[in-house]
């Protein structure tokens, strides 16, 4: 059975202040993805609708949005999985202010990664030689689960818990403090436990699963968090 | 702040644990020849052990369930600072006095 020649595209459009979803005809075919169905609305339908992409390859984490009320990375999401009758509703990113139409505003997201302690502190100055990493090492072994965050927010748009408490820093920040608690190069250990200890800290976290269930790049930052929570209990219960 | 509640919330919850468990427990065995008031009533008065037993409980829950209320009324009405805190310190202080109060009730001989 063939495929239909067209399916009906439900676009966000609208701002800061509030918008209303736009019905387009496009065009199928093979391979497409929503990033393509996207594109393909702005460059022959809307000129005015601003979205926001880089790399298409799944790289860059700039191109995720909500497909179907789902947090997905649209460069690499295939219209043919997530078709629903012929239909496919895109929106702008779950918990994230709006500037335009699909692309929300990711300050927030970057903030909290400055906040949960995200800056790596090296240990070593560049007059020293190269520190080693031993893969095997148990820590290390926490560290590499979690390094390979490209950022997207499609975590912290899954995420319930920063939907109801906005202070909450959020699966990707708490990952990223995670992999810095783990690394053997970094000086900040407890400079990252006292980040993600206060306020909307790791412990804020109910342990849903949402950011673990979409995160594009099969990362698990419930894991993370949880390592957080150890980590700071213990500490906590040493007295510090 | 939050580090602490973590903790306690959790601590609490290791504490009852066990205690729920022996609760049902002794609630199976105490049913067998049928449930009266004096038979209850005869275990636990005068029983240090049960006042123990169940204060401790009574303890677990308020500070488990204050903890627990305040993160709720945080997260799905927006409340926080004074009135956040102001309510869970009412809702343990609250659990407390009823809880104990109804261990005493039952465990202190008249």
Known sequence: ?240 | MEMRLYLLQRISAIVMAPLVLGHIAVMIYAVQDGLTAEEILGRTQGSILWALFYGTFVVAVAVHAAIGLRTILHEWFGVGGVALNGFAGATCFGLLAMGLNAVAAVTVTP
Not at chain 1, 14 to 43: K, M, N
């Open chain 1, 1 to 240: 059975m063939s495929a239909p020649d067209s399916m009906q595209v439900s676009v966000w459009r609208g701002g800061p202040d509030g918008g209303r979803f736009q019905s387009f005809d496009v065009p199928r075919y093979e391979s497409q993805t929503v990033l393509d169905v996207v594109a393909w609305i702005q460059q022959e339908a809307d000129p005015t609708l601003s979205y926001r992409f880089a790399c298409r390859v799944g790289m860059c984490g700039s191109c995720a949005m909500m497909v179907n009320g789902v947090p997905r990375w649209t460069c690499r999401t295939h219209v043919q999985k997530v078709l629903d009758a012929d239909r496919i509703e895109i929106a702008p990113l779950r918990n994230l202010p709006i500037i335009k139409d699909l692309a929300a505003n990711m300050d927030p997201f970057f903030e909290k990664w400055v906040q949960a302690g995200g800056v790596f502190e090296g240990t070593e100055t560049r007059a020293d030689s190269y520190a080693p990493i031993v893969h095997e090492d148990a820590d290390r072994a926490n560290a590499d689960a979690g390094i390979e965050c490209i950022n997207c927010s499609v975590c912290y748009a899954a995420c319930d818990t920063v939907a109801g408490n906005p202070e909450f820093l959020g699966p990707a920040a708490l990952n990223r403090a995670w992999t810095l608690v783990n690394d053997a190069k970094d000086a900040s250990r407890d400079r990252v436990l006292d980040a993600v200890s206060g306020k909307g800290g790791c412990h804020a976290c109910h342990s849903m699963g949402n950011c673990q269930q979409y995160c594009p790049n099969g990362l698990n930052p419930l894991t993370a968090i949880a390592g957080l929570k150890r980590a700071t209990a213990r500490r906590a219960l040493r007295g510090r």
